[in-house]
């Protein structure tokens, strides 16, 4: 045995499930297609065509937004170029050549779905049209998308321009990993500047659940008459976030609302551990005490899909410590395992300082101490 600490496993089972709980019934929805998407693990919690091409309008700009994060910074000054005035659609009416930053056009894109400002963001990053759409399909291209292409930054219709109501709701899964996007989508009102700072534009996010439901932290809405109404909406709910996407619906507020609710309800919420419930001991050496008592530090509740496999715990600990220990010193984790991953966790901490034993020195170690030599 090596005499470095190594961490010991102990697997027992905690729970096994061998019922399921019945949710409430999947609502009808009126889209032409739909999908309910559990945005961490990826599961398809309700489908309706949900693999089926269609146009997405103005939710394209979910991916606008993204491609426009992750190659410029939010207070870059852009210089508005006079092709991405006057384009047809919603609109903040940007001014040829005005000055404005990349964080303002980004709240004009996805709070009042402006094209201009899609345009806008365009020039600024790529330097035209073309190069901005190369980026956003590649962006497509590595998220493993292959039933979505883009021809245009604002969703306005194009002969190849698609995707489909999960892979949209892959985009929107992607794009709210980005904080600085969550924030933007969460937004229900934002005023930015007008003309170089001569007045100013207070946008009003389109996406009405924003400001109907606590719950919702976004995303976009869209419209285009060959399109009918698209909605990427997104929920939180004890740690579980959902994505809901519908296409061409007349009904999409309710229908969102319906869904999210379904899948919530899909869910259970479990506490895996109560601060203190799991302790060990385990030997010291070179300490004023020979052991000492680790305990979890914090209470773990997660939500879990009602109809998930056991759970299980692994005990992470060292098989000793060394002296000069503190109370409140992390040395090991209690952590929960269930459908093959990693559902929760809570440190072991050390219950008590366990100071180095000072070692005595005998006659001779101390003449040479005093010598220096010691």
């Known amino acids: 045995m090596k005499k470095t600490a190594f961490l010991l496993s102990l697997i027992c089972v905690l729970w096994v499930f061998p019922w399921h709980v019945t949710a409430v019934d999947a609502p009808a929805v009126s889209a032409r297609s739909a999908v309910l998407l559990d945005a961490e693990s990826g599961q398809i919690l309700y489908g309706k065509d949900e693999h089926t091409r269609r146009g997405m309008a103005s939710t394209t700009k979910i991916m606008t937004a993204l491609v426009a994060l992750e190659h410029s910074h939010l207070d870059d000054t852009v210089i508005v170029s006079p092709k991405a005035c006057g384009v047809e659609g919603s609109s903040v009416y940007l001014f040829p050549e005005e000055e404005i930053t990349m964080e303002a056009l980004l709240y004009a894109l996805m709070l009042q779905s402006a094209n201009d400002a899609a345009e806008a963001i365009a020039y600024a990053v790529s330097g035209s049209i073309e190069g901005f759409v190369a980026l956003m399909n590649e962006k497509a291209d590595a998220l493993g998308l292959s039933a979505t292409h883009f021809d245009n930054p604002h969703g306005l219709d194009g002969e190849t321009h698609y995707t489909t109501a999960y892979e949209l709701a892959k985009i929107a899964a992607a794009a709210l990993e980005n904080e600085t996007f969550r924030e933007i989508v969460g937004t229900e009102k934002k005023a930015i500047p007008l003309h170089n700072g001569e007045a100013t534009r207070l946008l009003v996010n389109h996406n009405r659940l924003v400001r109907e439901y606590d719950d919702i932290i976004g995303v976009k809405t869209g419209y285009t008459r060959a399109c009918g109404r698209t909605l990427v909406s997104a929920a939180e709910q004890n740690g579980v976030t959902l994505i ?3 296409l061409d619906d007349g009904n999409d507020w309710l229908d969102h609302r319906a869904l999210l609710d379904y899948g919530f309800s899909l869910y259970e919420t479990i506490t895996l551990a109560e601060n203190g419930e799991f302790t060990y001991e385990i030997p010291v050496c070179g300490g004023t005490k020979t052991a000492v008592t680790l305990l979890n530090t914090e209470t773990v509740t997660v939500s879990l899909p009602k109809q998930h496999g056991e759970i299980q715990t692994v005990i992470e600990l060292p098989r000793f410590a060394y002296g000069g220990i503190e109370k409140g010193q992390i040395l090991g984790a209690v952590r929960f395992f269930a459908d093959g991953r990693e ?24 003449i040479l101490f005093f010598l220096g030599i010691g």
Do not use: H, Y
């Open 244 to 246: 809901c996407v519908t």
């Open 343 to 366: 559902i929760g966790c809570s440190p072991l901490a050390v219950s008590e300082d366990v100071p180095e034993m000072e070692i005595q020195k005998n006659w001779l170690e101390k």
